[in-house]
């Protein structure tokens, strides 16, 4: 059964570029004090900003653009050697007021909806699990959302993204730039901000920004993921 989607169109949309796939799907926080200031924001010419859609923490779904047109959500960014990704992806802001503003959890009726439009959406596009990501993914050095309280692990169980089991490996900074790079992750940054990035996704219990062997092992455990569905001779 399909999802009841309101549609609010935003004015802040433009034509994709012919020939370049929908193969993202970028997950934010609204980050504003309240819903209403989010969508007001998202749909003010001013502004040039525009997700998609939008989920509110009662689980109700807004579509401000439609999925075949660009949306101004990602900014600056970069994934798996892909800069531009606005014009690639579809992006999800959900409604949290975020680290500025009292970050809080996500409530369940709100992840349930993520859930289920996330899983519609990946069937409508060729988007594979490792490019179903945080903003915080793309953005390390600018942005922390959705953050360290949203339900990745959840998300993975339920056939949205990955969530990797634990593999030993050495904890060395040269190795983790590789993991990361390979992972998808720009690596001319700062370790340390591209690793809290990392953590915000994939180990939400101890963001940090620290090479500890936790870290790593999460790290050769997603990157063995990803190895495994690129090429499962490789893993």
């Not at 959890?105 to 409508?124: G, N, S, T």
Request: net charge negative; glycine share 8%.
């Amino acid at each position: 059964m399909s999802l009841h989607v309101h549609d609010l169109p935003s004015p802040n949309q433009d034509d994709r570029l012919p020939g370049v796939p929908i193969d993202m799907l970028i997950l934010h926080y609204t980050g504003m004090q309240t819903a209403r200031d989010a969508i007001d924001r998202l749909r003010d010419p001013a502004a040039r900003v525009s997700s998609h859609y939008v989920v509110d923490e009662d689980g109700a779904i807004l579509r401000l653009v439609p999925e075949e047109r660009r949306a101004f959500h990602a900014g600056v960014s970069y994934w798996r050697g892909n800069t531009e990704l606005n014009g690639r992806s579809i992006g999800i802001e959900i409604v949290n007021p975020g680290h500025e503003w009292g970050y809080r959890d996500f409530p369940a009726l709100q992840m349930a909806a993520v859930c289920d439009l996330c899983l519609e959406i990946i069937e409508r596009h060729p988007i594979p699990p490792w490019n179903v990501v945080a903003h915080s993914d793309v953005a390390p050095d600018r942005k922390d959302d959705p953050g360290e309280k949203f339900d990745w692990r959840g998300l993975a169980q339920n056939g949205v993204g990955l969530w990797p089991e634990e593999v030993e490996a050495p904890v060395e900074a040269h190795s983790a730039s590789a993991l990361l790079a390979e992972i998808g992750y720009r690596t001319d940054l700062e370790l340390g901000v591209v690793l809290r990035a990392f953590q915000r996704h994939w180990r939400p219990e101890n963001v940090d920004g620290r090479l500890d062997a936790g870290t790593v092992a999460r790290l050769a455990g997603l990157r063995r993921q990803v190895r495994s569905l690129l090429d499962p001779a490789r893993s």
